[in-house]
């Protein structure tokens, strides 16, 4: 029985292919992976207690040699094995991501919701809560800003044919070292601190996760029946009345029809502006996926337990992977309390 609704709209001015992947202990919703037009939107429910990540992907072609056996890439952004259907399998960095936890309906029961640039960058997305008790208390969050434009040479991933850059990587996904996946000698808040690098993201989007350690401005509390899930957001605001309603895809189906697109941010002209050098080994720092509590303050931005989707895996954080394999032996029981 389903108590949220992800409504997951495209404000791009491109297709893109947004992916689901359920956390541990909670099952895949009934897509995982569709095609959105420019202009159309597209509801998926989600049951009681579901915990995972929604991402979109960009630059697919499933005919060509990565989609039709799996495997290889078939988009240039956010792949997940080559598939439409990612069928649990995470979103290959770098990718913004929306992070969810639902309440499991009890009296008090609150969502635990974030957009994270741990894993680095592809599209803006903005996540709007919706309905629900105390949905007057309930933040939007998420990162409009086109940080492709800004993002320094040396995370640039380029898209190739003159198309310019399609994604900005992590400190930790492009250099692989402790101090900017908070690992190792890092592996704490004390030690694992805010970068050069994070702070370009953090400057850009206030409100999304920047680090691993960045939760006092980047998890948000809620008890929300909906959520408005907005990628590409137009520099007019989010207008959902002007988008194409489909319904959910299933099986691998694309959905149909279409509109005009909304307006949408102007693409990235492919110059990378940076004048930010890789820090030296000994600088105290961090960009990883986040594996700590929330804050304890319960005003919309924290709460005292930690969200279930914080041990999912990412490829961008060995600490975190350690961690996310030790905690699959636990009882699902265990990592979902509240």
């Given at each position: 029985m389903a108590s949220c609704s992800f409504t997951i709209s495209n404000?791009?001015?491109?297709?893109?292919?947004?992916a689901t992947l359920a956390g541990a202990g909670t099952p895949q919703l009934r897509t995982t992976g569709f095609r959105l037009d420019p202009g159309q939107s597209v509801q998926v429910p989600a049951p009681t207690g579901w915990s995972g990540r929604i991402w979109a992907r960009t630059g697919c072609d499933f005919a060509g040699?990565?989609?039709?056996?799996?495997?290889?890439?078939?988009?240039?952004?956010?792949?997940?094995g080559g598939r439409l259907e990612c069928g649990g399998t995470g979103a290959t960095p770098p990718a913004t991501?929306?992070?969810v936890t639902l309440g499991k309906g009890a009296a008090g029961d609150q969502d635990y919701y974030d957009v994270s640039l741990v894993d680095g960058y592809n599209l803006p997305v903005v996540a709007v809560p919706q309905g629900g008790a105390t949905s007057g208390g309930c933040a939007t969050t998420g990162c409009t800003a086109d940080l492709n434009l800004s993002c320094p040479k040396e995370l640039q991933v380029d898209g190739g044919g003159g198309g310019g850059t399609v994604a900005c990587r992590s400190a930790c996904e492009a250099f692989g070292q402790e101090q900017y996946c908070c690992s190792g000698a890092y592996a704490t808040p004390a030690t694992c601190r805010p970068t050069a690098y994070?702070?370009?993201?953090?400057?850009?989007?206030?409100?999304a996760y920047s680090y691993a350690y960045d939760d006092g401005t980047s998890t948000f509390t809620c008890n929300a029946?909906?959520?408005?899930?907005?990628?590409?957001?137009p520099p007019t605001g989010l207008n959902t009345t002007g988008l194409t309603p489909l319904s959910?895809?299933?099986?691998?189906?694309?959905?149909?029809?279409?509109?005009?697109?909304p307006p949408a941010p102007a693409?990235?002209?492919?110059?990378?502006?940076?004048?930010?050098?890789?820090p030296p080994p000994t600088d105290v720092s961090g960009a990883g996926s986040a594996y700590q509590p929330p804050p304890t303050d319960?005003?919309?931005?924290?709460?005292?337990?930690?969200?279930?989707?914080?041990?999912?895996?990412?490829?961008?954080?060995?600490r975190h992977n350690q961690i996310w394999s030790l905690l699959l032996l636990l009882p699902a029981v265990l990592l979902f309390r509240f």
């Open positions: 404000y791009c001015a491109q297709p893109i292919w947004p040699a990565g989609g039709a056996a799996g495997g290889a890439s078939a988009c240039q952004t956010g792949d997940c991501l929306f992070e994070s702070a370009i993201f953090k400057s850009a989007c206030p409100r029946v909906a959520y408005t899930i907005a990628f590409c957001l959910s895809p299933a099986d691998g189906q694309n959905g149909g029809g279409g509109s005009t697109p693409r990235n002209n492919g110059a990378g502006i940076s004048s930010y050098q890789p319960n005003n919309g931005a924290g709460g005292n337990d930690q969200p279930p989707w914080m041990t999912m895996p990412s490829s961008a954080s060995t």
